[in-house]
């Protein structure tokens, strides 16, 4: 079964789901990109979902969870490249993806991530 790639630049993390992406190999992107962004102390993460025409209440599922448990390494998530058929079948079968920032590709993806990286930086941590 081929990995999916996962590209460093610099405190970024580029990783883009294959139209044919599988329940196992998607199980095993998650499991991946978490153990890399740990590695690599990585400060944000784009996934770019361009090449999926469909996505299963599974799919997005773990779409969902895996940016949310980035989040909760203390990473940035963006997620770009989104058809308007995947937005509608999310939408209809009531899975939006919750707390997941998108951007329209993966250019404007990486300007929104650094844009929240610059801002996590310049902020206090508060207690609440």
């Known amino acids: 079964m081929v990995k999916i790639p996962i590209l460093k ?14 329940d196992e190999q998607a199980m095993d992107f998650q499991g991946d990109i978490l153990e890399k962004v740990r590695k690599t102390e ?9 090449a999926l025409q469909v996505v299963d209440s599974f799919m997005a599922r ?11 390494l203390g990473a940035e998530v963006v997620l770009c490249g989104m058809n308007p058929s995947v937005a509608l079948t999310l939408v209809e079968m009531g899975r ?17 991530l650094r844009e929240l990286m610059d801002d996590g930086e310049t902020k206090p941590a508060t207690g609440e």
Do not use: F, H, Y
């Open 9 to 22: 630049l610099g405190d970024i993390l580029l990783t883009s789901l294959p139209e044919d992406l599988i």
């Open 42 to 50: 990585a400060r944000g993460v784009v996934i770019d979902i361009t």
């Open 62 to 72: 773990i779409i969902n969870d895996t940016a949310n448990m980035v989040k909760l």
């Open 96 to 112: 939006e993806l919750i707390g997941v920032r998108s951007a329209l590709n993966l250019e404007q993806g990486v300007v929104i």
